[in-house]
């Protein structure tokens, strides 16, 4: 739990700092809106020292099993379905693959604009250097869109 605590700067984050990041990232995931940027611009609202990627993967983690959870069912017919063949004389109509079908496809476009933005923007959103204005620029956008 240490090692998932730690900053930046040395300095640990408390119980309740990681409790109040978690709460943003579980408020701000759903909405139209950078949740990663909202943990990042937190902690400076705050005064915190800037938590490492490790606690942004945490919460992330986090987020991801609470969904999971949730859709549990979802998941399964996925699951069920996808691993199911078609008997004889049934259409194989099965609610699950089409889900996973619709998955799919609609991961291709994510996948395509991850790609461009770790290409153009690399870790200007994580780490910004004070010396080049742009990426204070970009960070800011990125918060607010």
Same mark, same amino acid.
Request: charged content about 20%; proline content about 5%.
């Given at each position: $739990?240490?090692? +998932? @605590? ?11 700092? +990681? !409790? ?12 139209? !809106? *950078? *949740?990663? /940027? #909202?943990?990042?611009?937190? *902690?400076?609202?705050? /005064? ?5 990627? =490790?606690? %942004? !993967?945490? &919460? ?7 969904? $999971?959870?949730?859709?549990?069912? %979802?998941?399964?017919? &996925? ?7 078609? =008997?004889?004389? #049934? *259409?194989?109509?099965?609610? /699950? ?10 991961? &291709? ?6 790609? +461009?933005? #770790? ?11 004070? %010396? @080049?204005?742009?990426? #204070? @620029?970009? @960070?800011? %956008?990125?918060? !607010? /869109?």
């Amino acid at each position: $739990m240490v090692l +998932l @605590r730690e900053s930046k700067q040395g300095r640990h984050l408390s119980l309740l700092q +990681l !409790v109040i990041l978690a709460a943003v990232q579980g408020i701000t995931e759903f909405l139209p !809106v *950078s *949740s990663s /940027g #909202h943990l990042i611009l937190t *902690s400076e609202l705050a /005064g915190w020292p800037d938590q490492t990627l =490790k606690i %942004d !993967v945490a &919460i992330h983690i986090g987020t991801l099993a609470a969904v $999971m959870l949730y859709f549990w069912r %979802d998941l399964w017919s &996925i699951v069920s379905d996808s691993l199911r063949f078609p =008997k004889r004389g #049934h *259409s194989g109509r099965r609610p /699950g693959r089409r889900l996973l079908f619709y998955l799919l496809i609609g991961t &291709i476009p994510v996948l395509f604009a991850g790609a +461009l933005a #770790h290409l153009y923007a690399g870790d200007a959103l994580r780490n910004p250097d004070p %010396d @080049r204005g742009n990426d #204070h @620029r970009l @960070r800011r %956008d990125t918060v !607010v /869109g």
